[in-house]
């Protein structure tokens, strides 16, 4: 049973910056980041494997976020530069046994951090 938590949301404006840190208690095959703004469907944003250096980007965020790991740790992050009020959303992380397909296929949720970006 892996278990996962998340940290770093808040409020800011647009243009600005935040850091998202999830920390996992297994050793999952990969970890990722999704988001849900009220009213609408869960999406994908980022992933990255545990193993290798494979990552994978909602086309929404390339070029803005990067997500990293920290095998020491058993951690991900989620640096969100350039932010726009459309990243307005709660920030799940999320965590798999398998590692491919990156953009699904994930079955350890975290409990999800807000973020939300000001005009």
């Known amino acids: 049973q892996v278990q996962l938590v998340e940290s770093g949301g808040g409020l800011v404006q647009a243009g600005g910056s935040l850091r998202l840190t999830c920390a996992a208690s297994?050793?999952?095959?990969?970890m990722g980041w999704f988001r849900q703004a009220t009213g609408k469907e869960r999406e994908f944003v980022a992933a990255?494997?545990?193993?290798?250096?494979?990552?994978a980007y909602a086309d929404s965020v390339k070029g803005r976020f990067a997500i990293s790991r920290d095998n020491a740790k058993n951690a991900v992050y989620l640096q969100m530069n350039s932010l726009k009020p459309e990243d307005t959303a709660a920030y799940y992380c999320a965590a798999s046994n398998v590692v491919i397909p990156l953009t699904r296929d994930y079955n350890y949720w975290g409990q999800g951090t807000q973020v939300t970006v000001s005009s």
């Open positions: 297994g050793r999952p095959a990969k």
């Open positions: 990255i494997t545990m193993i290798g250096i494979s990552t």
